[in-house]
């Protein structure tokens, strides 16, 4: 059985899959009534995916029970009727079957199955929460030895945590499914290929590849079992091969495949049937990457044609249809024509919303899928912003663009509060970033075109700030409001521990266990997750104070961050705007906020590739080149000669460069002692968002506490990959005299002390500052893998000396200072919308209001003399951290043997 829903899967288009759906079978073995030959029929059409028939015959058993209709075998068939209805496409009947039985008492099992047809015709209706509170009702209701309904509930679940975006929730709940049919089918079974389908369809936006595997994984095993046959299974294969090929825009494979779905959808359902009509739209989108536009549309009429026939007109599917014809027409300058489309689509997906004139929009709550009339609305607002630009250069339209830019944005906050997993929550800001970027370039335009700038500056700055770090202000939000809330120490004691138990499995499963290790560790990651899923729904329940507190955080605005900025003191946020082609900054100071824009000159990313690779191999031309241009490029003004402390909130891989390194001045030559980098002009540091700048700021704890913990492994025997770094020891000798000096109390653990349970101790938020001198790894492709190497106590509490950064979250720290004096710790993952991902962001988290990190690996012994001067400076009275890391790196710049910026530039602080 199929179904089709939509999913965001690039910038412009949504791109659709099918669903294998199983039948759930419920009647018993034995019927002393009807002959052998009626079931034997009746299977044989199932199996062979005619549905005509077993309706039929369906049907003439539920006649024979028409004198009983209150035995439960008139329910059982009744129940297994509206599956074949809805597989047919007869939505309407299949629904009045469902809730006859549903409405009357019924055997638990029948129950259990007609919660879950129930949830199938939800879901094609688009109803996707409808159909997720069905499945799990059907699950709850299914005892521990029912082991093959379960699976066909977490199946059913899974599909519908895949349409509402949480596709971490749906891998775990289809792995489930797939280990137990595996166990009680084989490997070759009907129901094990429909899960690797549906594996197929988690993964076709981030994984294409393994996507492809999976399918032909199922295609295969549909073609054993079905040789000679047209069966859905096999188009279901067919299609959603078709759909990935299509994504790479392999168009005559994508063809082929949708033509062999299309001819198999026919000959089963007929010419009317919606996966005929999937099949069309998917053909049709082919066509349009041809240029075959009239072809197309012919097929796209054709299949909105056949929807509106089974659905009516409100249909998430009929609304994508619109959306692709209003690109078309927007493609081609029909500006009219094409809102005239989007108008459709929100009214095809909107429960309530029915108005034609573009100039309405529907309420976003009222939506049946959300993320695509995300999609919608964004167009609409482009096509209305070049609309504005190509013909009226009337204000009004902007305006228009610039409100429903809102609503979007208000879709993109439901969005993620229905999220769970991290991953799919970072996953929707990439997303929610391009929708962002036009947002922030309709309100400059408007300001261009007003006499009043500021009101439209600060909208620009509001969705600027939108896409910064949303999931970590989310989770410091959270953790916020369980403190703040009343929530018992025990429960946020239990939540850790789960948290703890979550990441440490997750770990394991990315080193690749073999197949054995992988079920045991999935299993035990299904069952700890649903476990704090429950959690943190009693929490939500028990603790309303606290539900309300973690959906709070407000964003800042520039008059708040005026006020708390000193007169040396600006602020800079970037953003690169990918579509608009234009580097976005946003200049805060304490007189308020001024907003620059440029072109892209060229590609941003090459720039910092190559002013990276100048510094790391040593290259005077390509960095003096490179430093230049990008200054030029991110500072299209001039600082102010007040400002000596700039805080750079960068975007995407500008995190990854340290901006004190550019050159404010064109430099031809390779001594580095008088060039005029930024460092020469002020101190700079580093923020995740102005939000969290402004949040920081807010707590001016006094830091009465004067204890310092110091740790340096020096040599690390148990890592054999891993070089001594004997100057550490020195460096941190050196640091615990200065600070003792100023009347610290300091924890120094030098060589075999140095181990992983001294950052494990519950006086770890009795420390002012954290000096860890040692080695650190980063993983871009599993940031919780990120780790800082210390010594394994294997005495008492058999840490392995591995502090990875899924443990650091679960630090508590008040340290006003952590500096990790090791390789490339202030690198990461790069995500759009969430900046670096990696040791930085886990110690922000755990509590600490400023971390010093570095960029790429430098020799210990520049960094031990870097570090020194660093707390020598910091020791001295009214001095702050920006200035004292300033202060080292000059001294540094000095020193002709340390000149060179790959000796002082990558050490960064993040923070205040």
Sequence with gaps: MTNYVEKIASKRMKKYFYIGFLLISCLTQADTIFSKSIFLKIDSAIQVGNYELANLEYSKCINRYESNSKSSRFFDFKQKNAECLSRLGKIEEA?????????????????????????????????????????????????????????????????????????????????????????????????????????????????PQNALENYNKALLIYQKLFPNANHPALAIAYTNKGVIYKNKAENNLALDNFENALRINTAIYGENHPTVAFVKTNIAQVFLQRGSTAKAIDNLVAAQTI????????????????????????????????LAHYQKALIANSASFENQDWKTNPQSQTAYNKMLMLNTLDQKAKTIEAYHFSKSLKKKELVQAAFIYRIC???????????????????LGAEASNVYEH????????????????????????????????????????????????????????????????????????????????????????????????????????????????????????????????????????????????????????????????????????????????????????????????????????????????????????????????????????????????????????????????????????????????CAPVMFYSKQNLLPLPATENEC????????????DTRTFVGKQAKESVMKTNKLTDYRYIHLATHGSVNENHPELSQI?????????????????????????????????????????????????????????????NVVVSLWTVSDASTSKLMVDFYQSLTSPNQTLTASLRKSKLELLKDPIYSNPYYWAPFILIGK
């Design 307 to 338: 929807y509106q026939k089974t659905y009516g007109n409100k249909h998430p599917e009929i609304a994508n249809i619109e959306n692709i014809l209003g690109n078309i027409s927007l493609k081609d300058g029909k500006f009219k024509d094409a």
């Design 439 to 710: 947002a922030i370039s309709v309100n400059l335009s408007l300001a261009d075109v007003s006499l009043f700038k500021q009101k439209y500056w600060e909208e620009a700055f509001y969705f600027n700030e939108k896409s910064k770090a949303a999931v970590l202000l989310e989770s410091i939000s959270d953790a916020n409001a369980k403190q703040f809330s009343g929530v018992p120490d025990s429960l946020i004691q239990y939540e850790k521990n789960m948290q703890a138990t979550i990441s440490f499995i997750s770990q394991q499963l990315a080193q690749k266990p073999d197949a054995k290790q992988e079920k045991t560790l999935r299993d035990k990651l299904f069952v700890t997750n649903r476990l704090y899923e429950k959690f943190t729904q009693n929490l939500n329940q028990n603790y309303p104070e606290y539900y309300n507190l973690k959906f709070s955080q407000s964003i800042t605005n520039s008059s708040e961050l005026a006020k708390i900025m000193a007169k040396n003191v600006a602020l800079c946020s970037f953003f690169v705007g990918e579509e608009t082609q234009k580097i976005y900054c946003f200049y805060v100071n304490n007189n308020g906020l001024k907003v620059y824009s440029a072109p892209i000159t060229f590609e941003i990313e090459k720039q910092v590739t190559a002013l990276r690779n100048g510094i790391k191999y040593n290259l005077p031309d390509t960095f003096n080149e490179f430093a230049f241009k990008l200054y030029k490029q991110l500072f299209p003004f001039k600082v102010s000669q007040s400002v000596d402390n700039l805080v750079i909130i960068p975007d995407g891989k500008l995190g990854t460069i340290p901006f004190e390194s550019l050159l404010t001045k064109k430099y031809n030559s390779d001594s580095y002692i008088n060039a005029p980098f930024l460092l020469q002009n002020s101190s700079v540091s580093y923020a995740y968002s102005a939000t969290l700048y402004r949040d920081a700021n807010k707590i001016n704890l006094p830091y009465m506490s004067k204890m310092a913990l110091i």
């Design 789 to 849: 190497f210390l010594n394994p106590d294997s005495t008492a509490t058999k840490e392995d000396g591995n502090l990875f950064s899924w443990e650091i979250y679960g630090l508590k720290l008040n340290a006003q200072m952590v500096t990790l004096s090791a390789c490339q710790t202030g690198l990461g993952k790069v995500s759009k919308g969430e900046g670096i991902i990696g040791l930085s962001r886990a110690l922000l988290f755990a509590g600490a209001q």
């Design 409 to 427: 944005d208000t879709l993109i906050n439901s969005i993620r509060q229905s999220l769970i997993a991290k991953a799919d929550k970072i996953a």
């Design 95 to 207: 629904e009045t079957e469902i809730n006859l039985c549903l409405s009357n008492k019924i055997t638990q099992n029948t129950k259990i199955a007609a919660q879950n047809t129930k949830g199938y015709i939800e879901l094609k209706k688009g109803r996707t929460d409808n159909a997720i509170d069905l499945f799990k009702e059907a699950l709850n209701s299914c005892s521990e030895t029912q082991k093959i309904l379960s699976a066909e509930c977490y199946n059913n679940l899974g599909i519908a945590y895949w349409t509402s975006a949480n596709y971490e929730l749906a891998k775990e709940h289809l792995h489930k499914t797939l280990v137990i049919y595996q166990e009680k089918f084989g490997e070759n079974s009907f129901k094990t290929a429909s899960v690797y389908n549906n594996l197929g369809l988690i993964l076709s936006s981030t994984e």
């Design 733 to 744: 000798m050196d640091i615990r005299k200065l600070l003792m000096l100023n009347k610290f």
